[in-house]
């Protein structure tokens, strides 16, 4: 069965320190995934993507995510955290489904970043 | 900015009746999906729309309903109004395609309130 997991559902860092938001996922087939965040009261933005090129995806607002098959991981770094970070992260899985592509949800991490 | 735009943004209905949401999708795009996000939960899969039919569905009974229109515009219908449906509902819009990937544009979402 597919599945995601997002390891923390909370995460606290103060500014300007690393964050890593951690996501497993478990599939039988070499999926897509994906990282959104949402910020409060908005809707869902995407931060990143894999799909099968480069293992080590770079996306908007200074976030990385590596994928590595041995590990089934699909981890969201950040090298320094700003306070606008402050949201709401899924990992999510993208996979066929016929003429379909059904994507599997994380339950979110919260992220807060004290100054 | 996703190009996604939702109508309206907040509404309060009461229970038993009927609300219809509005979507239209980004420019390009031929596929729309409906997500019903609950106060802190993620976002739960209710149905997809590929060239005006219902192509996917989530686990959520048939008061919820939806149509999209030739112009990839779409509507989510539910009626019979209870508690529990109140929730933010996203509508994502992507582009189907023979190597379509899963990625998705969100709307900032339309904010229901039962009472």
């Known amino acids: 069965a597919q599945s995601v997991t997002q390891l923390d559902s909370h995460v606290s860092v103060s500014e300007g320190t690393p964050v890593l938001l951690r996501c497993n996922y478990s599939s039988s087939y070499s999926p897509s995934l994906f990282w959104y965040v949402q910020h409060p009261n908005k809707g869902l933005q995407l931060l990143l993507k894999?799909?099968?090129?480069a293992t080590l995806v770079k996306g908007i607002n200074g976030f990385e995510a590596e994928f590595k098959k041995s590990e089934t991981s699909f981890h969201l770094t950040k090298p320094s955290a700003h306070m606008s970070d402050a949201a709401e992260y899924f990992c999510v899985v993208s996979l066929n489904a016929g003429n379909n592509r059904k994507l599997i949800w994380g339950l979110g991490t919260s992220l807060a970043v004290n100054p | 900015e996703t190009g996604v735009t939702q109508s309206p943004t907040h509404l309060i209905k009461t229970r038993g009746q009927q609300v219809t949401l509005r979507c239209s999708s980004q420019?390009?795009?031929?596929?729309v999906s409906w997500y019903q996000q609950a106060l802190g939960q993620g976002p739960q899969f209710i149905f997809q729309y590929y060239r005006e039919e219902e192509n996917g569905r989530g686990n959520f009974p048939p008061r919820f309903s939806g149509l999209q229109f030739p112009n990839y515009s779409s509507e989510l219908n539910v009626n019979a109004l209870e508690l529990d449906d109140s929730a933010l509902y996203l509508c994502a819009s992507s582009l189907y395609s023979g190597r379509n990937t899963g990625e998705l544009f969100f709307g900032e979402g339309s904010r229901l309130t039962v009472l």
């Open positions: 420019s390009g795009h031929n596929t």
């Open positions: 894999y799909t099968s090129a």
